[in-house]
T-cell receptor, first 112, second 115 residues
Framework: DGGITQSPKYLFRKEGQNVTLSCEQN?????MYWYRQDPGQGLRLIYY???????QKGDIAEGYSVSREKKESFPLTVTSAQKNPTAFYLC???????????FGEGSWLTVV | AQSVTQLDSQVPVFEEAPVELRCNYS??????LFWYVQYPNQGLQLLLK??????LVKGINGFEAEFNKSQTSFHLRKPSVHISDTAEYFC?????????????FGQGTILTVHP
């Protein structure tokens, strides 16, 4: 079935360590997005990519990095510079001609 | 820039009662409007969207929403809720063109349906 796969579902990280969250889609979508969700604050855009080898900062990009080497993959790295990384992270995608944004099942990151 | 305000953080309701979840937005440009539902520890599922045309939009699971441009609102309604509708609901807006897909979300409304 087509869809967006995020892994891992749950991840624990020690302070000072970088961690990479995976997002893979087999929908042949051009655009991909990373959102962060905190309780009571809705979702906020971290990074987005409209095409391969190109990406743009969203509203809260500090402490995060991304790459888009392949159309189907858009990994997010949470670096040690992110002051409060514990959150639920959601990946999304849409096609160039489509008007629906699809979301993955999310990844929980906890810093211990 | 856009912003979205969901006027109720929590809405309790009894099963088979009607419900309205309120959403107001502000934007300097024309926007597209969305309602998403999120069940615990899951991603977001699209309920409905307004892009153009009729201001009354019907979605999945019996939900509908009405776009009111003069009041900058996009309230979500369901005439009779079920226990299974218990979830968190998010209103979101997006500008058009290359900004389409860059969603600005409200803070969410937790709908709890009691038997």
């Amino acid at each position: 079935d087509g869809g967006i796969t995020q892994s891992p579902k749950y991840l624990f990280r020690k302070e000072g360590q970088n961690v990479t969250l995976s997002c893979e889609q087999n929908l042949n979508h051009d655009a991909m997005y990373w959102y962060r969700q905190d309780p009571g604050q809705g979702l906020r855009l971290i990074y987005y990519s409209q095409i391969v080898n190109d990406f743009q900062k969203g509203d809260i990009a500090e402490g995060y990095s991304v790459s888009r080497e392949k159309k189907e993959s858009f990994p997010l790295t949470v670096t040690s510079a992110q002051k409060n990384p514990t959150a639920f992270y959601l990946c999304a995608s849409r096609s160039e001609s489509g008007n629906t944004i699809y979301f993955g099942e999310g990844s929980w990151l906890t810093v211990v | 820039a856009q912003s979205v305000t969901q006027l109720d953080s929590q809405v309790p309701v009894f099963e088979e009662a009607p419900v309205e979840l309120r959403c107001n937005y502000s934007s300097s440009v024309s926007v597209y409007l969305f309602w998403y539902v999120q069940y615990p520890n899951q991603g977001l599922q699209l309920l409905l969207k307004y892009l153009s045309g009729s201001t009354l939009v019907k979605g999945i699971n019996g939900f509908e929403a009405e776009f009111n441009k003069s009041q900058t609102s996009f309230h979500l309604r369901k005439p009779s809720v079920h226990i299974s509708d218990t979830a968190e609901y998010f209103c979101a807006v997006s500008a058009g063109g290359t900004s389409y897909g860059k969603l600005t979300f409200g803070q969410g409304t937790i709908l709890t349906v009691h038997p």
